[in-house]
């Protein structure tokens, strides 16, 4: 009987390693899609206590996804291959012109700099990158095209993880050697995490770039436009919303706009950087963590915060779902490794 065990075992094993194999190019979409699935779990059982139909939870929840992820894109794209449409090549190579040669008027401190900036300024050849634009627009193309397809997939597995999800948790507890309250615990922390961390995520970045829009509608920009690539790029770690203001502060004060340009750079910096992004982010967290979730995430704000970042670094823009997920997962295998064993020692 044991030997049949073991090749039992193996075998299962064995197959297990065949799927994944299998599913190796969708296995971090799928991980997404589930995690995603867990987070937005307390709206999943709001809709069905109401409805009380099993397809229409996921039905919902999937279209209020694609609309958060897709409508933004759609406009932004549309808006941008308008705007690259009606630019003339001449003004940007002036603007250009009048940045490499511009003076920058710093502290007697801080002189040092000023070189080293135009240093690298001289050394940017425009004819150069106008030869080479074609082949960063097939670049850009291409990663957007294969981020776009990375939605669709992640979009369509989200509604089928929650269509099944019961199925799957009752599946999953049956296969793991952990009693009932064990496997429900580490589910429950995981889920109350990855909650905090998706609507963190969402409002954080709403609100950054309603931030960015309200300053750029003032100067004659296209407000919903910079909103939502200002909300994209404040996700990237440390350079963040500077991939934004930067080109269009330095761009105004090529225009001779130079109050412009010091407005947009402060604002940026002071009221979205430093106090939206730094101070009332961690407050965003511990609000959600508190008023949304049934049992607040015993997990620090500020560790949260951190393992977004490092996801991130670690796994580009999904990092921010995947950083938070690995964490909460690790302390609630710690705690239950600690708690089997205080249970162990006192046998």
Not at 63 to 82: D, E, H, Q, R, T
Not at 150 to 175: P, Q, S, T
Not at 322 to 329: K, R
Request: glycine share 4%; charged share 15%.
């Amino acid at each position: 009987m044991m030997n049949g065990r073991y090749f039992l075992i193996s075998l299962v094993l064995f197959v297990f390693f065949c799927v994944l194999y299998l599913f190796r190019p969708f296995l971090l979409t799928i991980a997404i899609a589930i995690l995603m699935a867990v987070a937005t779990a307390n709206l999943h059982h709001k809709i069905f206590i109401r409805y009380k139909r099993k397809i229409i939870a996921p039905i919902v929840l999937t279209v209020l996804m694609s609309l958060l992820f897709f409508a933004p894109m759609a406009y932004a794209g549309f808006s941008f291959a308008i705007l690259v449409k009606n630019i003339d090549i001449t003004i940007l190579q002036d603007a250009f012109q009048k940045i490499k040669t511009m003076e920058f008027d710093l502290p007697e401190n801080l002189n040092y700099i000023e070189p080293k900036v135009k240093e690298i300024l001289n050394n940017i050849d425009f004819n150069s990158l106008g030869k080479n634009a074609l082949n960063y627009a097939s670049n850009f193309t291409k990663s957007g095209a294969k981020f776009f397809t990375e939605l669709v997939v992640i979009v369509i597995f989200y509604f089928f993880v929650n269509y099944y999800g019961i199925e799957l948790v009752n599946f999953f507890r049956k296969l793991l050697p952990l009693k009932k309250d064990e496997f429900e615990n580490i589910l429950s922390e995981v889920s109350n995490v990855m909650s905090v961390v998706f609507y963190s995520v969402i409002i954080t970045a709403i609100f950054e770039g309603i931030l960015f829009a309200f300053c750029l509608i003032f100067f004659g920009y296209d407000g919903l436009l910079m909103g939502i690539l200002y909300a994209v790029s404040s996700l990237i770690p440390l350079i963040g919303g500077a991939l934004l203001w930067l080109p269009v502060g330095l761009y105004e004060y090529s225009l001779g706009n130079h109050t412009n340009a010091i407005i947009i750079a402060l604002y940026s910096i002071i009221v979205i950087s430093i106090i939206a992004d730094t101070f009332i982010k961690p407050l965003i967290i511990k609000y959600i963590n508190n008023k949304f979730l049934k049992t607040p995430a015993k997990i620090n704000e500020l560790l949260i915060f951190f393992s977004m970042i490092a996801g991130i670094s670690t796994f580009g823009f999904w990092g921010v779902i995947l950083g938070p997920a690995i964490l909460a997962l690790f302390l609630s295998v710690v705690k239950l490794y600690i708690l089997v064993s205080e249970y162990d020692l006192k046998k």
